[in-house]
Nanobody, 125 residues
Framework: QVQLVESGGGSVQAGGSLRLSCAASRARYSYTGYSMGWFRQAPGKEREGVAVIASDGTTTYADSVKGRFTISKDNAKNTLYLQMNSLKPEDTAMYYC?????????????????WGQGTQVTVSS
């Protein structure tokens, strides 16, 4: 397990964009071989999978974000990204990145064993 640190959250109006980043807190930690994902949790709701990128580059998205969000991973920089466009008020949540070694391509949060502390995204109408 390794500590992950998210950044890039903020407040935007509906229709706006944000890019979230997730970096490992440990030096020389590599994302190579790891599957990484973005999850979110709104107040009073369960944590849900948003997008994942498997160790082989396979991506999976929740239906609610398809066509609007793009997940990517830069193994050289050991950074995970989530580009969020056309944001909606219902996207408002705390966003977490997570990782696990191996090829995982589903949105089940229980499959991931390293988590960040989260970054807040607020979208106003």
């Amino acid at each position: 397990q390794v500590q992950l640190v998210e950044s890039g959250g903020g407040s935007v109006q509906a229709g706006g964009s944000l890019r979230l980043s997730c970096a490992a807190s440990r030096a020389r930690y590599s994302y190579t071989g790891y599957s990484m994902g973005w999850f979110r949790q709104a107040p009073g709701k369960e944590r849900e999978g948003v997008a994942v990128i498997a160790s082989d580059g396979t991506t999976t998205y929740a239906d609610s974000v398809k066509g609007r969000f793009t997940i990517s991973k830069d193994n050289a920089k050991n950074t995970l990204y989530l580009q969020m466009n056309s944001l909606k008020p219902e996207d408002t949540a705390m966003y977490y990145c997570a990782g696990v070694y191996g090829r995982i391509w589903n949105l089940n949060a229980k499959m991931y064993n390293s988590w960040g502390q989260g970054t807040q995204v607020t979208v106003s109408s």
